[in-house]
């Protein structure tokens, strides 16, 4: 198994930016494919982006695509994610998962086999 931790969340104005990562530990982290996901208050936990196991192919939600870049250091044993042009509605725990299946990682939470514990983002305008 692996364990994820992130960090790197805070509050920043719109418009602005942050850099989160996810440190994993445990098994091989290039044996999992990664993504990115969050949460607001009282929303269902959302997909924000993922990558595969060699960081070649990366998707993104329709929300943050070209704002957002996934990116991945399997020697570092790291996942980030650099989010650009933040917006209050960007406002939630962002999480980061692992998935053991080959491909781009799942689009739905519930596919995933790993959690991190979250960290929180807070976009003010």
């Known amino acids: 198994q692996v364990q994820l931790v992130e960090s790197g969340g805070g509050l920043v104005q719109a418009g602005g930016s942050l850099r989160l990562s996810c440190a994993a530990s445990g098994r091989t982290f290039s044996s999992y494919a990664m993504g990115w996901f969050r949460q607001a208050p009282g929303k269902e936990r959302e997909f924000v982006a993922s990558?595969?196991?060699?960081?070649?192919?990366?998707r993104y939600a329709e929300s943050v695509k070209g704002r957002f870049t996934i990116s991945r250091d399997n020697p570092k044993n790291t996942l980030y994610l650099q989010m650009n042009s933040l917006k209050p509605e960007d406002t939630a725990v962002y999480y980061c998962?692992?998935?053991?299946?080959?491909?781009?990682?799942?689009?739905?939470?519930?596919?995933?086999?790993?959690w991190g514990q979250g960290t929180q983002v807070n976009v003010s305008s």
């Open positions: 990558i595969t196991r060699s960081g070649g192919t990366t």
């Open positions: 998962a692992a998935d053991q299946s080959y491909g781009l990682g799942p689009l739905t939470p519930h596919e995933y086999d790993y």
